[in-house]
């Protein structure tokens, strides 16, 4: 029986207890760790578990096989770099860390503790959008020339509130960052990195941030296609939009599907034979047993388990932070940029990017926690 930690008692937290507790043969929680204690111990008794409590997660490390990390992002790189080392197999929530200098650190304490190292990327369970993937990726209906992502969501005022969110040294980033990582990783698990990058920046109504809250990228890739990422917490109804244009046919996530033949003025008519072949091989691909991060939680454990691939290894998760990377330095400096970045870049290490970074406002207010711990659920929605 495998025994797992959980480090970090915020809102996060519940969905990474409730995928271990999914495979209770396999799998204990045995730890809790989160500098107030008291939270730990709640998420102990609300679910039942013969689990310790404690501020610091060091306390339990020799006693665990997995560290499941759902603590803030500033956190990620010193948390991981100390269980990886240790031998003990890490589940990482996104983003990944907060450089491409801390990824390259975590993977290297991964090597060297000859442990796995996944990071959170629960939309690659969700069976519609794997599946949809898996098909623009089969280059059946030709190549992915036009990807469109819409990461769009609302946050109030008062979300930045939170002590360490809406400062550039302890959250990273904004909606680039925080937000659009998630369909930033679908994007590159269909398409891969870009080679160049161009973006802009803004904040447009939360006054207590410092970092973007919204954000507009277009991407080149090394064979002349091309895609355009926009992300936002200003829209109502976070209506989210994946949308791949192949040279035969569209598939869009939520699941949609369009396919054209010009006429003989060039003028398009519905391709409906092709429509109903490609939403045929959609439906035809199986349905993932478990989703979003319980899926991701059995994936981990098949990986320790049986050798089995890791759907979102660590270098995925630094290929989105090096795209999130780009983005900034695009917006920070102005002009287009050129990947991949190198370790002489001024963008590559933490400090240096922020040290770059537009300040949009300051922030004059700061609590420790919300008793509402409420999040945007899109569990059905796909």
């Known amino acids: 029986m495998l025994k797992a930690m959980i480090v970090g008692a915020g809102a996060i937290a519940p969905a990474h207890i409730e995928g271990f507790l999914s495979f209770a043969d396999r799998v204990e929680i045995t730890f809790i760790s989160n500098p107030t204690v008291s939270k730990a111990e709640a998420l102990i008794e609300k679910y039942g578990l013969k689990a310790r409590a404690s501020s610091s997660f060091e306390e339990g490390l020799d006693d665990v096989d997995i560290v499941s990390i759902c603590s803030p992002p500033a956190t990620h790189r010193d948390i991981a770099v100390k269980a990886l080392e240790a031998g003990k197999h890490v589940l990482l929530e996104k983003p990944m860390a907060m450089s491409l200098e801390e990824c390259d650190q975590i993977l290297a304490a991964a090597e060297k ?28 209906y030709g190549k992915l020339l036009f990807s469109q992502i819409n990461s769009l969501w609302f946050r109030g005022q008062s979300y930045y509130d939170l002590y360490w969110r809406g400062v550039w040294e302890s959250e990273g980033g904004g909606c680039t960052l925080n937000h659009a990582v998630h369909h930033i990783d679908l994007l590159l698990w269909a398409k891969g990195l870009p080679v160049k990058v161009h973006s802009f920046l803004n904040n447009l109504n939360h006054n207590n941030s410092e970092e973007e809250d919204l954000s507009m990228s277009v991407l080149r890739y090394e064979d002349g296609t091309m895609s355009q990422i926009n992300t936002s917490l200003i829209h109502h109804g976070e209506v989210q939009k994946l949308d791949f244009q192949m040279e035969n046919a569209s598939m869009a996530i939520p699941f949609d599907v369009k396919a054209s033949t010009p006429r003989s003025n060039g003028f398009p008519m519905d391709n409906d034979e092709l429509i109903e072949q490609l939403t045929r091989e959609y439906e035809a691909l199986p349905d993932l047993v478990h989703e979003h991060h319980t899926g ?31 983005i900034y330095k695009s917006a920070f400096t102005g002009g287009e940029v050129t990947l991949p970045l190198q370790k002489d870049d001024p963008y590559y290490a933490f400090p240096s990017r922020v040290k770059e970074a537009t300040r949009f406002h300051k922030k004059t207010k700061s609590v420790k926690g919300f008793e509402d711990s409420t999040i945007t659920n899109f569990k059905g929605k796909f």
């Not at 503790?113 to 990726?137: E, H, P, Y």
């Open 113 to 140: 503790g000859n442990a796995l190292v996944s990071v959170v990327a629960q939309s690659r369970f969700i069976t519609s959008i794997a599946n949809t993937i898996a098909v623009v990726r089969s280059g059946n």
């Open 296 to 326: 991701q939680v059995g994936n981990v454990l098949d990986a320790i388990e049986k050798g089995t691939p890791l759907v979102s290894s660590g270098q995925d998760g630094r290929n989105a932070i090096e795209l999130i990377s780009a």
